[in-house]
């Protein structure tokens, strides 16, 4: 075997030229190039060839019963693609129609035949059908890999198989179904094609990853013991047949967590993907392999909960936990749809003159079963999922909307805050869709503020300034939420174009009780107002925290003391009412 001559590894070319001349020309030239030929004269020879030689490139032209390149492509084109064939065409003159008829036929490039009398040309043209190999070659590697990863039909099958295996041995069937964390979120920027090429390097990677090396051999597993399927979309699952410990999946999952942790090459772009495992093994749980596949996925909604890169076996306990979860994410597709959302406000108050200044925007989703579930437990689902992008739109449009409405009905303009997810701010068109947004309700953007989070700021900085002046620009507010629990200091806030900060309600909790929290509070100020920022207190709740703050003459205040989030209704009661309780004193 490896005594084989380097001619027979060559690649072999098929010439399905009716012209004598052209055919001999080209294998001359070919062969030269190091490249074997082999030559059909017609159509039926060239059909044969290709099922007998399987030829690596076919090299088409005219042929006796179809003078049209073109059209003999088509003729071999079904032939050809099934075994990921590449066709080269050889067209008469040189034009943009014939190259393009040439690409839509096909073709994966094309030789011009030389007017009759001069050569076709000599050496490149082998490196050129060698670049086309070798461009083919990644592309149906691509297709055979993603053959390779079984579908969810199959994974059922073959888990059904294993399982009765495995009531008849000593060994184990293990199912690990792989969550990618937030992978729609990280990937709204990318196109599908992106997407799907980014799902196609996660699935190789899991295969050769996996299977590769030695791992499986000191585990004592076959290396076809471990087959890699895709459910949909972006869920992948391994199947892993006669496991012996539950201890040797550990060490799997590990494997694939330090698979996954090298970042993965989108265009220009390093991303990471994080992953949670989740891991449920038969007959350690006793299920139907349905059941064992559910159960492995709702280990990893489990594990995705308790932090990324993790895996985590699944246990009966983790059931109602999972479920909850996963009614949430179901409901939340459809929340839009059936209007469970709603928006509340609360009022922003001046310190000094008591009057509301603003309000936030506060999203609520009433649940038909669950009752009113809060957006810290949502959010977050709706980030992960990418859910986000159409209910943050739904928020936006829904508070501008009010905001207009409250000025058409005669109430004094303020300034409606609302809360932007960094999932949003990545969105590639945020920008266009905010502008839409105001066009359509009307609102002077001078009336709208968006609260943004340091973490947002900190992750991308350049292109966050860049967007924010956009922003800004237009005649947007900008504030930095919960200001003090990120790691950015208010020096590095100096290359952000905003106009406010809120303090946590964290240190403005404890302000009057701790003085390390007074001292962070009083350093925020101070620092604040040197760099012409406003500062607001969130959640001020007692009299004694206001009256700290006009002593350290903080700008505005929000919170209990004030009032809670309550309804549009509500809000425009207050908005046309007097100076709140807490100032009347
Ligand atoms: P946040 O933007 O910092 O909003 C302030 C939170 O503090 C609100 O909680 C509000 O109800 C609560 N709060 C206000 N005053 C007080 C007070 O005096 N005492 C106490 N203990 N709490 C007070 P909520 O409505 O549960 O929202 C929580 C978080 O969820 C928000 O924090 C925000 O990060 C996020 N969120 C809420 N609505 C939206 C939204 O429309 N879009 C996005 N992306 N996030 C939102
Ligand atoms: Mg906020
Ligand atoms: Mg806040």
């Known amino acids: 075997m490896q005594l084989e001559s380097p001619q027979r590894e060559a690649p072999l070319v098929l010439l399905g030229i009716g012209a004598a001349r052209a055919r001999l ?58 075994r990921h064939t590449p066709i080269v065409l050889l067209i008469d003159g040189m034009d943009a129609r014939g190259m393009q008829r040439a690409y839509d036929a096909g073709a994966a490039d094309f030789i011009v035949q030389p007017p009759a009398g001069s050569q076709i040309a ?37 888990l059904r198989e294993c399982m009765e295996r495995s009531k008849k041995s000593e060994r184990r069937t293990a199912v690990l179904c ?23 390097d996660v699935a190789r990677r899991l295969r050769i990853g996996i299977r590769d090396g030695d791992l499986l051999a000191s585990l004592g597993l076959d290396r076809d013991g471990v087959s890699v399927a895709r459910l949909r979309g972006d869920e992948f699952c391994v199947l892993i047949r006669d496991a012996r410990e539950t201890s040797d999946l550990s060490r799997i999952s590990q494997r694939i967590l330090d698979l996954m942790a090298v970042p993965f090459q989108v265009g220009e772009q390093e ?4 992953v949670s495992i989740g891991i449920a093994c038969y007959p350690d749980v006793e299920l139907s392999a349905e059941a064992l596949l559910k159960a492995a996925e709702q280990a990893a909604y489990c594990a995705n909960q308790e932090g990324r ?7 009966h306990e983790l059931e109602a936990k999972a479920s909850r979860r996963l009614a ?39 649940h038909p079963e669950l009752g009113r579930v809060s957006p810290l437990d949502f959010i977050p689902l709706t980030e992960e999922t990418g859910l986000i992008i159409p209910i943050g739109e739904w928020i936006l449009a829904t508070a501008c909307e009010q905001n207009r409405r409250w000025q058409v009905a005669g109430i004094p303009p303020i300034r409606m805050a609302v809360n932007l997810s960094s999932v949003q701010f990545r969105q590639r068109d945020l920008y266009d869709s905010v502008v839409a947004i105001l066009d359509s309700t009307g609102l002077d953007p001078r009336w709208l503020e968006f609260e943004i989070t340091e973490s947002l700021l900190m ?17 947007l507010h900008l504030s930095i939420d919960d200001f003090g629990t990120g790691y950015s200091s208010l020096s ?15 240190f403005v909790r404890e302000m009057t009780t701790r003085s390390d929290d007074a001292a962070l509070v009083t350093a925020i100020i101070l620092m604040s107002r040197s760099m012409k920022l406003r500062v607001v207190a969130e959640g001020v709740e007692t009299r004694s925290q206001l009256a700290l703050l006009r002593i350290l003459q903080c700008d505005e205040i929000q919170g209990y003391l004030i009032s809670r989030p309550v309804s549009a209704v509500a809000m425009a009661a207050l908005l046309r009412g007097s100076v709140p309780a807490a100032f009347a004193a």
């Not at 792989?178 to 980014?198: M, N, V, W, Y």
């Not at 991303?271 to 994080?274: K, P, Q, S």
């Not at 991308?460 to 620009?473: C, I, P, T, W, Y």
């Open 25 to 82: 020309e080209l294998r001359a030239a070919l062969e030269r190039g190091g490249l074997r030929v082999a030559e059909a004269a017609d159509l039926e020879a060239c059909v044969d060839a290709l099922e007998r030689l399987e030829p690596a490139l076919v090299i088409a032209g005219s042929l006796p019963s179809e003078p049209d390149p073109v059209r003999v492509c088509g003729l071999l084109g079904g032939a050809c693609a099934q």
């Open 122 to 158: 000599g050496s490149e043209i082998a490196q050129r059908m060698r670049f086309v190999l070798r461009a083919h070659g990644t592309l149906a590697a691509d297709l055979r890999d993603a053959n390779s990863i079984v579908g969810p039909a199959q994974l059922l099958a073959d």
């Open 178 to 200: 792989i969550d990618l964390h937030r992978f729609k979120a990280l990937t709204a920027s990318l196109d599908g094609a992106q997407c799907e090429r980014l799902l196609l």
């Open 271 to 274: 991303t990471i993907l994080g």
């Open 309 to 315: 890169n993790n895996w985590l076996f699944y246990r």
């Open 328 to 366: 949430l994410e179901l409901g939340l597709r459809r929340a839009l749809e059936r209007n469970e959302l709603e928006l509340d406000y609360q009022p922003r108050v001046d310190i000094k003159s008591g009057q509301i200044v603003g309000v936030e925007a506060l999203v609520r989703w009433n």
């Open 459 to 475: 992750r991308d900085a350049e292109s966050a300034v860049a967007l924010l002046q956009r922003f800004k620009d237009l005649g």
């Open 492 to 506: 590095y806030l100096k290359r952000f174009p905003i106009d406010a900060i809120k303090i946590d309600q964290s």
